[in-house]
């Protein structure tokens, strides 16, 4: 999923320029959207479509389901390219067990908030039987235990335990654009100096009632509201006042991040890895995958 990789975007960008080899791992359809980066990347696993596309009764077991298919795909070309570093969002659950096949250090990009710890059963349950497959023990203990980037500003994450212990706050990127990259037409003619971008993102893009209420309690204020939806939602119905546009294909969200105030996004898996680091904060030319 597009939000998924755009994650683990920057940070790969940013590894590679450093002088690191990187590979992004994901699903073939995403594919042409991370070499439009000029980073490598390795299709592994079912696309978005194949796995049950946004229309799931159960995202843990999306996740864990198409994260078997990721790990078959994965270890093999893990395994004879030994990246020094892995990693991947936080609901990918196929990278935990590449990074203990092949011994890389292991890293977690978080999403937004970091999960509660009063959902981390299910994810033991389906992480253990991941590991199980590949005769790797205690790897919900291995995944708790990985470095943690938090994304999410302090004061909006929630009072309580939670999954990760080792935790390094970094403040997110803007959205990078690819080559070729440009703002939809008329975007240049809003009557406001600033604008707000709302968007529900690849998983729930369809909660129309939901963006219907965000709308109305951002509508009236002294700035621009521009909201993209996904391609089987009508922009008309959000009324003509509101400026919208449809997403197709998502990564002009990347465009609209850079101009924008404030941005709201959710959406859902990705990981990279890199060749070598030398500590936490010191890199030296090695090598970083990245799994989605």
């Keep these: 999923m597009y939000g998924h990789v755009n994650t683990l975007l920057p940070l790969a960008i940013a590894a590679q320029r450093a002088g690191h080899e990187v590979v992004v791992a994901t699903g073939a359809d995403l594919i042409p959207h991370i070499e439009r980066y000029r980073l490598s990347a390795w299709p592994v696993g079912l696309t978005h479509a194949q796995a049950g596309g946004s229309s799931q009764a159960s995202w843990l077991n999306y996740f864990s389901a198409s994260a078997i298919k990721r790990a078959e795909d994965l270890v093999p070309r893990a395994t004879a390219w030994k990246p020094d570093i892995l990693i991947h969002e936080e609901t990918e659950l196929a990278g935990p067990i590449i990074a203990a096949l092949v011994g890389a250090r292991h890293i977690v990009q978080g999403l937004g908030l970091m999960p509660p710890a009063r959902i981390w059963p299910p994810f033991v349950k389906a992480i253990e039987e991941l590991g199980h497959r590949w005769n790797v023990r205690n790897i919900a203990q291995t995944l708790s235990d990985a470095i943690y980037l938090h994304v999410c500003p302090p004061a909006l994450q929630p009072p309580g335990e939670c999954i990760w212990k080792h935790v390094i706050p970094v403040q997110p990127a803007a959205g990078i654009p690819a080559a070729g990259d440009r703002l939809p037409a008329g975007f240049d003619l809003l009557p406001y100096p600033r604008t707000i971008h709302l968007t529900l993102g690849t998983v729930f893009h369809e909660a129309t009632e939901v963006l219907e209420s965000a709308i109305a309690g951002l509508r009236k204020r002294a700035f621009n509201l521009v909201v993209t939806v996904g391609?089987?939602?009508?922009?008309?119905?959000?009324?003509?006042?509101?400026?919208?546009?449809?997403?197709?294909?998502?990564?002009?969200?990347?465009?609209?991040?850079?101009?924008?105030?404030?941005?709201?996004?959710?959406?859902?898996?990705?990981?990279?890895?890199?060749r070598s680091v030398t500590g936490c904060h010191s890199w030296s030319s090695h090598r970083v995958a990245t799994n989605s």
């Design 231 to 274: 391609p089987a939602v009508d922009p008309a119905r959000f009324g003509r006042s509101l400026r919208t546009f449809s997403l197709r294909p998502m990564f002009r969200m990347q465009c609209f991040c850079r101009t924008a105030a404030l941005s709201y996004h959710k959406a859902a898996p990705a990981s990279c890895s890199v």
